[in-house]
């Protein structure tokens, strides 16, 4: 199993602003990815966080707007930027352990843009 | 294109009776297909999966089946407690070990 750590938990942006989140994982994972969930709807792959290099990002979604960083084997940040109100949402960190079948996830960052 | 397609979209049951969701998925590489419960407010939870060397499995009161032929699979949950009320999230395994989700069943289940 993996223990991960997704910062912060819920915030309230101001149209224009931009805002990362950090997702840290207590081992090694081999895959990390980024999921979307906007209310009452289902998840959306945004990009899986590939360590030392570009994320790769999923039809709809670009760098410019959600940049990814993966310094290292356990941890990884987005960032919403240019934030508008269709930006709200749920954001979820999600990983692959080393040896697992199984994708867990953080708790979420819940993202309300005013 | 890769999509997984997920019904009924709401599914309500007495306590005790059956309930079935089923999904379809588009892309024939996939080979592991896992399924989701996400309670309000919460983070989704793995409750079972199934890969494709394999047509069915069981868990206690949950089983999933697969048709890789027909890309069909279906979780089945007998004698529903009302703690099972909850949104299932179907998922396929596409590309470089990426989920796609189904669009999600909330069941409602009634004492």
């Given at each position: 199993s993996?223990?991960?750590?997704?910062?912060?938990?819920?915030?309230?942006?101001?149209?224009?602003?931009?805002?990362?989140?950090?997702?840290?994982?207590?081992?090694?994972?081999?895959?990390?990815?980024?999921?979307?969930?906007?209310?009452?709807?289902?998840?959306?792959?945004?990009?899986?966080?590939?360590?030392?290099?570009?994320?790769?990002?999923?039809?709809?979604?670009?760098?410019?707007?959600?940049?990814?960083?993966?310094?290292?084997?356990?941890?990884?940040?987005?960032?919403?930027?240019?934030?508008?109100?269709?930006?709200?949402?749920?954001?979820?960190?999600?990983?692959?352990?080393?040896?697992?079948?199984?994708?867990?996830?953080?708790?979420?960052?819940?993202?309300?843009?005013? | 294109?890769?999509?997984?397609?997920?019904?009924?979209?709401?599914?309500?049951?007495?306590?005790?009776?059956?309930?079935?969701?089923?999904?379809?998925?588009?892309?024939?590489?996939?080979?592991?297909?896992?399924?989701?419960?996400?309670?309000?407010?919460?983070?989704?939870?793995?409750?079972?999966?199934?890969?494709?060397?394999?047509g069915?499995?069981?868990?206690?009161?949950?089983?999933?089946?697969?048709?890789?032929?027909?890309?069909?699979?279906?979780l089945?949950?007998?004698?529903?407690?009302?703690?099972?009320?909850?949104?299932?999230?179907?998922?396929?395994?596409?590309?470089?070990?990426?989920?796609?989700?189904?669009?999600g069943?909330?069941?409602?289940?009634?004492?």
């Amino acid at each position: 199993s993996a223990v991960i750590s997704q910062k912060p938990s819920r915030d309230i942006c101001q149209r224009g602003t931009s805002l990362t989140i950090q997702c840290q994982v207590d081992s090694q994972v081999t895959m990390m990815f980024w999921y979307r969930q906007q209310p009452g709807q289902s998840l959306t792959l945004i990009a899986t966080a590939n360590q030392g290099s570009e994320a790769t990002y999923e039809s709809g979604f670009v760098i410019d707007k959600f940049p990814i960083s993966r310094p290292n084997l356990t941890f990884s940040t987005l960032t919403v930027s240019n934030m508008s109100p269709e930006d709200s949402s749920i954001y979820l960190c999600s990983v692959l352990p080393l040896g697992a079948g199984e994708l867990f996830f953080g708790e979420g960052s819940r993202l309300t843009v005013l | 294109g890769e999509n997984v397609e997920q019904h009924p979209s709401t599914l309500s049951v007495q306590e005790g009776d059956s309930a079935v969701i089923k999904c379809t998925y588009s892309d024939s590489a996939s080979n592991y297909f896992p399924w989701y419960k996400q309670e309000l407010g919460k983070r989704p939870q793995l409750i079972i999966d199934i890969r494709s060397n394999v047509g069915e499995k069981k868990d206690q009161r949950i089983a999933v089946t697969l048709n890789k032929t027909a890309k069909h699979f279906s979780l089945h949950i007998t004698e529903t407690q009302p703690e099972d009320s909850a949104v299932y999230f179907c998922a396929a395994q596409m590309g470089f070990q990426k989920l796609v989700f189904g669009t999600g069943t909330r069941l409602l289940v009634s004492p």
